[in-house]
């Protein structure tokens, strides 16, 4: 059971490169989230999705997208980097119902350059 | 809207103190809080939770929590600090009702330093 994952851990990007984050998890939790953690700032939500074939924004959606075509996975879409994006994310899933914990993945250092 | 605050940016402790992490919250309905807690270059691991029912709440660790529903207030404890404790807590709520509900606002943090 490994719980969430996230690949890749680490990425360097120039401006203006795209990319695409993968968070898988094997727990059958129906809600997967995106965050983003910058220093001083506490996490931050950026996406997230209620099930397979749904997502909505958090409060700071833009410049991301993602797409849950599978129940398991959870993809986060850079399109256009750029500098502002530099952060560590993290990808977090939770059980039906809006009392559950999440539990989060080990998360992806971003550089944008 | 819902929000947190964790008032102290750091805490410090002597092993085998008691410690308190501090954490006030807003939200228009009830809430559920919960606090996590992160060690360096790793991804956040829950602590516990309130939903409901008794004020004080036990999780792992040791650590233990009251909320206070006047005060606003939703504190970490834990009566023995230990080295290992040393790490960035975060507290964080959500609005149990209304829009937004799926959302969990986290607190900016309190490095804890537990000093042997």
């Known amino acids: ?113 | 809207a819902q929000s947190v605050a964790q008032p102290e940016d750091q805490v410090n402790v002597a092993e085998g103190n008691p410690l308190t992490v501090k954490c006030t919250y807003s939200v228009s309905g009830n809430p559920y809080l919960f606090w996590y807690v992160q060690y360096p270059n790793r991804g956040l691991q829950f602590l516990l939770k309130y939903i409901t029912g008794d004020n004080l709440v036990k999780g792992s660790y040791g650590f233990e929590a009251e909320f206070n529903k006047s005060q606003t207030s939703f504190h970490l404890k834990k009566p023995s600090a230990l080295v290992s404790d040393s790490a960035l807590y975060f507290c964080a709520v959500r609005d149990s009702s209304g829009a937004g509900s799926y959302q969990l606002t986290f607190g900016k943090g309190t490095k804890l330093s537990v000093i042997p």
């Open chain 1, 1 to 113: 059971n490994a719980g969430v994952t996230q690949t890749p851990k680490f990425r360097v990007l120039k401006t203006g490169q795209s990319m695409t984050l993968l968070c898988a998890q094997d727990m059958n939790h129906e809600y997967m989230y995106w965050y983003r953690q910058d220093p001083g700032m506490g996490l931050r939500l950026i996406h997230y999705s209620v099930g397979e074939g749904t997502t909505a924004k958090g409060e700071v959606p833009d410049g991301y997208n993602v797409s849950r075509l599978k129940k398991q996975n959870f993809l986060l879409g850079l399109e256009s980097a750029a500098p502002s994006q530099t952060s560590v994310y993290f990808c977090a899933s939770s059980g039906q119902g809006v009392h559950n914990e999440q539990f989060f993945g080990p998360g992806t250092r971003l550089t944008v350059l």
